[in-house]
């Protein structure tokens, strides 16, 4: 019952969405109704003067006619406006995704110009994800060029911290503090081309009043050291030399891992894809429920 | 402070992003968009920030799709 309750709540949800598609289609002044319902992407053939093509509905089914005509035709109204199908709406996936890009934006706005996530975009997302009871997982996936690092050391925090299954997967980079957001999650996956560089936090003399002496930036370090080592494999020394690895960089100290060289080193657990972190949700979920029943 | 491999010196290298600076961030339909307005009575849709990926497959967030600025949607 309280499925079917879900359901209509959904449609509906699905119905205030539409209104405004339904305006789009209403200002092809009568042709509405004429629309060919027979395209070879459209619902099954049914006009809505012979709504008895369709079984009987269950509940009260004067309204959800009503709502599935609706829906019908503002999904021709989007057919005749982008000549392109509507993939139909499944309603709220019970896994969410994280898409964690470019640069993790954090107490400075960066120019636009530059590609970021937001930390005020993810951790009120963070927070839906471990209230909604619907939501049973997350899937966070990074390619990440790195970022601030209280926003970054705060997305881990939060990832960390959640009660809910969380798997990262690395895909293209992630970089700097994108290493510890990727370690924060309770498994994670790294595709074969994905590469992670490790290297130290510098000098940069762009926050201006904040006395960076090298012990500053000695202690900014160390919160990242702490946390990517407390939540991975890799030992601190490890970590610390392959920071400060010389030879691997051009110009630089630092080290890149790809692929399977992040699993071997500890810090990711498993070389894979979309499939497998999907997989390995889903199994941890299944835990999750065996335990609690 | 970053931490990043992108030097400073390219992160914050004035540019003159004028067609970024007209976009908005407005809720639309319950989920966070990035809009782009066209005129004064449409916009269209540049990103769609939503953790559900069902949201995604729904033609209508699809960056590039058009709205009409309607009293409906403000009233919601």
Known sequence: MSRDNDRTRLIDKHDDLVGSTLKIGDNVPGETPQVSPTGPVGPPPDTPNNPQTRGPAPGNPAPQKERRMKLRNASMAALRQFGQTTVPPEGPSDIHMLNIIGQIEGHMVLPPKNKSTKYEHILPQLMAVEENPKIKGLLVVLNTVGGDIEAGLAIAEMISSMTKPVVSLVLGGGHSIGVPIAVAADYSYIAKTASMTIHPIRLTGLVISVPQTYDYLDKMQDRVVRFVTSHSNISTERFKHLMFETGELVRDVGTVLIGDAAVREGLINEVGGLSHALQKLRSMLNQTNNKIH | ?76
């Open chain 2, 1 to 76: 402070m970053l931490y990043s491999i992108i030097p400073p010196e390219i992160v914050f290298d004035e540019w003159d992003g004028a067609e970024l600076e007209t976009y908005q961030q407005i809720t639309l339909g319950g989920r966070q968009v990035i809009i782009q307005p066209i005129g004064e009575k449409q916009m269209k849709i540049v990103q769609l920030i939503s953790s559900d990926p069902a949201d995604f497959l729904n033609a209508r967030f699809q960056p590039g799709s058009v709205f009409e600025f309607t009293p409906e949607i403000f009233a919601e």
